[in-house]
């Protein structure tokens, strides 16, 4: 077995593949680039898939493994006449995981099986319940559990229009759903929308869970250091997250952080 990781934005690729130094990586352009690995590696371009699949095969690849956001092609950057994008084409009227499950379906039929990122990651998940839950009053955890309740029953019936993972609420009130433009800037978008109107003595929580059928293979939702600074400058009481299904790039890194900022984190 000799396993490719599909590369794209942020530091998460990177910290796997550190993990992982046998592990070829594939560089998606504009993404991700080869001088940010020590692995073997190559950089491919998203508009054309069977470059894909030569460069995987010339490597003996036999597994992949997906890492880092990867932004959709604009149709203004699609170049309609190039017969090898018919892939690419079927994703645009689809949402996020029914395109993953088509891109999935085009690997395996090429003759590459999909791994999960957990099976090269040793420690990437919270356990159940706040993480170190002495910082917290009462009348707080009680708050971040009701919204927990609240933005995670919101995100399963929204599972079926194949929408974000993630949403930002306090008390009922519903301030961004993640769209096209990602998480870290639907949490901007939030925090200013909660600088304006505020209903609370708690900030916003963000909730970031898996969806409803969601292509644990393809597409999990991550976390990083990055996302919980930008919580916590703007704002934000803390982040709900699932114990089984959001990972956290740099898990010893984040709990130092969270640790010296008494900033909070709930697994459910």
Request: hydrophobic content about 40%.
């Amino acid at each position: 077995m000799k396993i490719a990781i599909i590369a794209g934005h942020g530091s998460f690729p990177i910290q796997i593949a550190k993990e992982n130094p046998d592990t070829f990586v594939l560089c998606v352009k504009d993404h991700s680039t080869p001088s940010d690995f020590k692995n073997n590696s190559d950089i491919i371009s998203l508009n054309d898939p069977l470059s894909w699949i030569s460069v995987l095969k010339k490597n003996k690849i036999t597994h992949l493994v997906m890492a880092g956001k990867i932004n959709r092609i604009s149709n203004e950057k699609f170049l309609v006449n190039e017969v090898t994008h018919d892939l690419i084409k079927k994703t645009f009227s689809l949402g996020d995981n029914s395109a993953l499950n088509l891109i999935e379906n085009f690997f395996n039929v090429n003759g590459f099986e999909i791994m999960p990122v957990t099976s090269l990651l040793k420690d990437c998940f919270f356990t159940k319940g706040f993480y170190k839950e002495e910082f917290f009053s009462i009348n707080f955890k009680n708050f971040v559990i009701e919204n927990a309740k609240f933005g995670s029953n919101f995100l399963k019936k929204m599972s079926e229009f194949d929408v974000g993972q993630s949403v930002v609420v306090s008390n009922s009130i519903v301030y961004a759903i993640e769209a096209l433009e990602g998480t870290h800037e639907m949490i901007i978008r939030a925090g200013e929308l909660y600088n304006n109107f505020k209903n609370n003595d708690f900030g916003p929580v963000l909730i970031k869970i898996p969806k409803l059928h969601q292509n644990f293979n393809m597409d999990l939702p991550v976390i990083g250091l990055e996302t919980i600074k930008k919580c916590n400058e703007l704002g934000f009481s803390s982040i709900v997250l699932s114990s089984k299904g959001t990972l956290i790039a740099d898990i010893n890194i984040v709990k130092n952080y969270l640790q010296k900022n008494k900033f909070c984190i709930y697994a459910i």
